[in-house]
């Protein structure tokens, strides 16, 4: 039996090598020839070239020809240089969820039943600065186990003794220090970037530092320095950016630390990456490859003991800056991607931040949605299972290698203007995260970059009816009295479209909620595509929007349009046939109502020297125009 197995074993796998003999090889040229035939003589690079924000060149497909230049390809996982990860049998990752910590009790009371629940991995958020004992620090991990369980702090002062008060707690409840898994999130050059001014000066926080490092000498798995990547990428940075900043604040604090005497191994394996991850998928999934390369080959440029201290160890948090007020759950399938991009590019510790965060306190239904979104992942996709799951795709490992040469560039600009700190005062990581967000918010505005809910396909229905906090729609500012350079203001993309609607929803509630009434008149197929555009463009506003089948003529049209108390009344036809109806509609209407064109017909011109003066379409900015919109009817 076992003789015939092996025989069938044998003829199986000849005839899997042999099932494409009769089918000849294809080159790339080949290929190329056929797509530039179907093209039909469109260009090639406008027609199927995508250009991310990062300047990479996305091409429509890859092939393995691609992959030979690539020299880390025969790594395994586990192995320097950790592209592939730096787990050798499986791709686990730690689900950790955030705890305010106002009570000790209560806060201890909430982490349990975190656990009991599936996480593995728990932040104690400290917003004051408390003087804590040894005492304080036992209520608040009490039942805790510490040998399977991970816990971070996350302190707004008073980090290094947070640090000292944990090391002597493992100490005195006789936990093995090697087995402890923790943190302490001291990041004092990245804070720099958000507030202007150290707390006393830059010599006192490398001394804070250094304090750490040796009293947590002995918790082999305790990280006590944060390298918040997250805040560039929160401040609208690109993907490049934020891995480029994050590479560069890392490098100065291993130069920093060397220099105040310590070796680079002890700094390297005290430090923890914290990125944010956006809806970009695959992007993503590179981005944290790439980091682990580029990382890895910079500590090994300061001479470590062992590769081993070139390991990242990356907590991933899922991003706010793409997160919305309005349509909130759609936060929840935005946050779902993005801690897939997380666990398949190798994460170590994941947050996925509760879909109504941008705007309120977690509550017990999104904190749980949140933990499970995770949990799926693990539990019934199995994630969790395959080392390196994105490892052979053509696709993927050519963005990694196009993410490490663009984020490599960036990081030796600012390596050449001094390092992370200088490139700071000089305010150029600033001003490029600026332009780079600035670039983002045109982009939203003419809808080049979509926020579902938000400015493309609004939930016509939706009202704030309650008070929304000014903050909410404002950019994060902790800027110190005394900052001594411009500092990041982490924002999200949506907040200009949601203080927009939200100025509409306040009018409505002492005020008739302008209506846009759709004219569709002509050609059937362009009229229903003009009206569904045309609704779109106004519900972003917070206007009410009513759409028709169509009218036989513009009277017809308008008439409804009295009818149904139409303050806005938006014609929608064929190019061809605007010559004629939108002057008809626009006599017919006498500035009793806004008229609006939804298109840009060769016959604008002509249109504009009538008196039609609104046109709506795919190229218009779409924030600025609602803006004025608003303003013409007093809100």
Not at 242 to 260: R, V
Not at 597 to 606: H, R, Y
């Amino acid at each position: 039996m076992h003789r015939f197995s092996k025989q069938l074993h044998y003829i199986m796998a000849e005839k899997y090598n042999n099932l494409f003999e009769e089918f000849p090889p294809v080159s790339t040229q080949q290929w190329m020839d056929k797509v530039t035939a179907d093209l039909k003589g469109a260009d090639f690079n406008r027609k199927l070239v995508w250009k991310t924000n990062e300047g990479i060149d996305v091409q429509p497909f890859y092939r393995a020809e691609n992959l030979e230049p690539l020299n880390y390809l025969n790594s395994l996982p586990g192995e320097f240089p950790f592209v592939r990860g730096t787990k050798k049998n499986n791709n686990d990752w730690l689900v950790r969820q955030s705890i305010a910590v106002t009570d000790l009790a209560e806060a201890n009371k909430k982490a349990l039943n975190y656990l009991m629940r599936g996480v593995d991995s728990l932040a104690f958020v400290f917003s004051g600065c408390t003087e804590y004992s040894v005492a304080d620090v036992a209520v608040l991990l009490n039942d805790i186990q510490l040998d399977a369980v991970e816990v971070n702090f996350v302190c707004k002062c008073r980090a290094c003794k947070i640090a000292e008060l944990f090391a002597e707690y493992v100490k005195q409840g006789g936990w093995d220090p090697k087995t402890v898994r923790a943190s302490v999130e001291y990041d004092p050059f990245g804070k720099f970037a958000l507030t202007g001014k150290f707390k006393i000066d830059q010599n006192f926080v490398v001394e804070q530092a250094v304090k750490m490092i040796a009293a947590t000498a002995e918790l082999t798995k305790f990280k006590t320095l944060a390298v918040n990547g997250k805040n560039f990428g929160n401040a609208g940075s690109s993907i490049v950016q934020e891995l480029a900043y994050s590479l560069a604040l890392g490098a100065e604090y291993l130069t920093t630390l060397t220099e105040a005497g310590l070796e680079v191994d002890a700094v390297a394996k005290k430090m923890k990456f914290n990125f944010s991850v956006s809806a970009n998928y695959f992007l993503e999934i590179a981005k944290l490859r790439a980091a682990r390369l580029l990382w890895a080959q910079i500590v090994k440029a300061y001479g470590p003991k062992c590769d081993c201290s070139c390991k990242m160890t990356i907590h991933a948090e899922t991003g706010s800056w793409n997160k919305t007020v309005y349509d909130p759950f759609v936060n929840a399938l935005r946050t779902q991607t993005e801690a897939m991009s997380a666990s398949l590019g190798g994460a170590d510790s994941i947050t996925v931040l509760p879909f109504n965060a941008a705007y309120e306190e977690s509550n017990e239904f999104s904190d749980r949605i949140a933990r499970n979104q995770q949990l799926l992942l693990k539990e019934e996709s199995h994630f969790s299972k395959i080392a390196d799951p994105a490892a052979g795709s053509y696709y993927i490992e050519e963005l990694t290698a196009s993410i490490a040469d663009q984020a490599w560039k960036l990081f030796l600009e600012v390596q050449e203007k001094g390092g992370y700190l200088a490139a700071l005062r000089e305010g150029f990581i600033q001003a490029e995260i600026k332009k780079m967000a600035g670039k983002r918010d045109m982009n939203i505005a003419t809808r080049r970059e979509n926020l579902l809910g938000v400015n493309q396909f609004p939930n016509f229905t939706e009202k704030i009816e309650g008070v929304v906090d000014a903050s909410v729609f404002a950019a994060a500012d902790l800027t110190s009295a005394e900052a001594e350079i411009e500092t990041l203001k982490p924002y999200r993309g949506a907040q200009a479209f949601e203080a927009l609607r939200y100025k509409t929803d306040v009018y409505a509630k002492t005020n008739k909620r302008p209506l846009a009434f759709m004219m569709p008149v002509g050609n059937l197929g362009m009229r229903k595509a003009r009206a569904q555009f045309a609704c779109n463009f106004f519900a972003v506003a917070g206007f009410d929007v009513l759409d028709n089948n169509g009218f036989k003529t513009v009277e017809e049209g308008w008439k409804a349009a009295q009818e149904a108390g139409a303050q806005i009344v938006v014609i929608c036809s064929s190019d061809d046939e605007y010559a004629e109806f939108a002057p008809a509609a626009f006599e017919a209407i006498g500035g009793k109502a806004i008229f609006v064109v939804a298109g840009a017909p060769a016959c604008t011109d002509e249109l504009k020297a009538k008196g039609i003066a609104n046109f709506i379409n795919v190229k218009s900015n779409l924030h600025t125009e609602l803006k004025a919109y608003q303003s013409t009817l007093g809100i």
